[in-house]
């Protein structure tokens, strides 16, 4: 009687288990064809919508050059009719690119919404679609007239009238390009939701497997009680090694003898004790460092975190707040700490924008650094120059900001900046105490950034950056030569770059100074003096306070009573730190 009763339950359970895997399967293979249906769509028909809205954009902008460049066509002396007629059919073909692009983004969006098996928001989409189909026709339309009326002031040469004309041109391309960048923006937040739903189908799928094998382990159990006493074993080093986890002692895995449900539960014991040994080292690196890319570097690569240090080349940056000492003479101690916790977030946004590593804050200067292997080495000089532009071009909000912080509104605030960007080798590693340690960089990439910072004061710039880093960075900034520098603590002289700005974002009188800057240099450096100093006057006559420009002046001056040994090589060496 009890053998039959064994059996049947023995059958009873596999049949349960074989029911628990054919469930599994089935739900995970329906989960699975969700899943994938959801991700077909977003890739067929989410993210082509939204390129086809960005080319809608570039199109855009290639018909603003194209016009452009006609009205420069016809306004040479005598008129380029040729390269006129070659700009027309370009902006003719751009603008049939932009109508193009919109509507095979609407008929996208519209294929989502037709399709009722993915639970798409409809209602958003609709609105999308209505937002380009207003974009594309109501300020194309005015778009089209205002330059069709340009076309003709300028085939009437009318000048003046078609400059007037081009200035309501770029009025309503910019508009267009603002819808055109906020439909791009609501695409993007229905991606993400749509993106959410994969992850939340993704999850359920999990929780459901979790489910089936905790009452696959359950019955296993249950079988290992009633059948077979040999299963006791692993079930006794499954208990102990509970024990050392409620003891505390991560380092005590259990080994596994079985291939059966027990067995299986010592495997997901095991992966569950190497998770909270995972857990339990974030808890400590937490501890020890502030920066999250670094404790997430450390995490995924545990050699970071050794005390020996690696060489490598990083790109280094120092920022420092020109005027501090005079503004804080005039402000209460909580005015001055309102200060500087404002002025370090507003330079410190455009650092982790560009993925930049902040290391410290020495009173109000900042060092952040970029390199291996928390970005690629290829990019990491073009990073930190970008966000180098960034924090010259957030000088005048801090400006605008600081007197609203501390109620001072009719008291301007004279404020600025001072940054030092160098790319070379450096030493990387953690540097402390066994209770506090810091991931930090040291070598002379630092030490000539830091120099080259002090070096603004010398020319009067807002940014110096090494010859190296200009070089590496390729055209991700516009930029012009200042000098070439031998500073503290070194012997070789090294070009020095200013950041004038983003590529293509230069006005005429940037450019302008640019040249006549250049020509002098060029001057200064052969020793022709005279024509140095009209290059540099020439250049002022552009930028009335440039600072390199007086700075030259001033040396040529001092030149003039005092030529240079015969080995000049055009260089200047700082004396100071």
């Known amino acids: 009687m009890f053998r039959p009763s064994i059996r049947r339950k023995i059958v009873g359970i596999a049949v349960g288990l074989i029911v628990l895997m054919v469930l599994t399967s089935a739900i995970s293979a329906f989960m699975a064809g ?17 390129d086809h809205l960005a080319r809608a954009n570039i199109k855009s902008l290639e018909r603003a050059i194209a016009i452009r460049r006609m009205m420069i066509a016809k306004m040479q002396d005598p008129p380029d009719e040729a390269g006129y007629a070659a700009r027309l059919k370009a902006y003719q073909d751009a603008d049939a690119d932009v109508d193009q692009e919109a509507q095979a ?28 189909e207003n974009a594309t026709q109501e300020t194309r339309k005015q778009l089209g007239e205002e330059s069709q009326l340009l076309l003709r002031r300028l085939d009437a040469k009318d000048y003046a009238a078609a400059r007037s004309s081009m200035e309501r041109v770029d009025a309503l391309r910019d508009e267009f390009t603002q819808k055109i960048d906020a439909i791009r923006a609501d695409m993007l937040k229905q991606v993400y939701a749509s993106s959410s739903v ?13 489910i089936v094998t905790a009452l696959a382990a359950t019955f296993g159990l249950g079988f290992a009680l009633i059948v077979s006493s040999g299963i006791t074993r692993p079930v006794r080093q499954l208990l102990e090694g509970t024990r050392h986890i409620e003891a505390g002692n991560l380092d005590r895995p259990i080994s596994v003898s079985t291939g059966d449900e027990i067995g299986q539960l010592s495997l997901a014991f095991n992966r569950m004790v190497e998770r909270l040994r995972r857990n339990e080292r974030i808890r400590e690196t ?51 700490v309102k200060i500087i916790n404002h002025y370090l977030t507003t330079m410190s946004s455009p650092i982790r924008v560009h993925r930049g590593i902040l290391d410290k804050y020495i009173g109000d200067a900042i060092m952040a650094y970029w390199g291996p292997p928390f970005v690629e080495p290829g990019e990491q000089a073009e990073l930190a ?49 066994e209770f506090m340690m810091s991931y930090t960089v040291m070598g002379d990439a630092v030490n000539l950034a830091s120099r080259l910072e002090a070096a603004n004061k010398e020319y009067g710039t807002r940014s110096l950056v090494s010859a190296s880093a200009i070089t590496a960075a390729g055209t991700a900034v516009e930029v012009r030569e200042i000098d070439r520098l031998i500073v503290f603590g070194q012997t070789h002289p090294q070009a020095v770059f200013e ?30 003096w005279e ?18 420009s007086l700075t030259l002046l001033k040396r040529i001056g001092g030149f003039e009573r005092k030529p240079p040994p015969a080995d000049w090589d055009g260089a200047w060496a700082m004396e100071h730190k």
């Open 286 to 336: 937490f501890g020890r460092y502030f920066d999250p890319k670094i404790v997430e570097g450390m995490i995924d690569n545990p050699a970071l975190s050794a005390t020996q240090g690696q060489r490598c080349v990083m790109t280094v940056l120092f920022c420092d707040l020109r005027g501090f000492s005079a503004l804080s003479e005039g402000v209460t101690p909580q005015g001055l």
């Open 105 to 132: 983004a609407r008929k996208l969006i519209n294929s989502i919404i037709d399709d009722v098996t993915t639970p798409s928001d409809n209602a958003a989409l609709a609105r999308i679609d209505d937002r380009i």
């Open 385 to 433: 120059c970008r966000a180098a532009a960034d924090m010259i071009d957030a000088v005048a909000t801090l400006r605008r900001d600081l007197p609203e912080l501390l109620d001072v509104r009719s008291i301007p605030m004279e404020c600025d900046v001072r940054i030092g960007v160098a790319t070379g080798d450096v030493l990387a590693g953690s540097i402390g105490s």
């Open 198 to 210: 994969v992850i939340r189908n993704q999850r359920q799928a999990m929780l459901i497997s979790i």
């Open 531 to 548: 024509d140095a100093r009209k290059a540099f006057e020439a250049a002022l006559e552009v930028a009335a306070d440039d600072g390199p």
């Open 499 to 528: 950041i004038l700005g983003r590529p293509g974002a230069l006005t005429p009188a940037q450019m302008a100074l640019r040249e006549r800057y250049a020509q002098g240099l060029a001057a200064y450096r052969s020793q022709r």
């Open 34 to 50: 969700t899943v994938g249906h959801l991700l077909d769509e977003l890739n067929d028909k989410y993210f082509p919508a939204y």
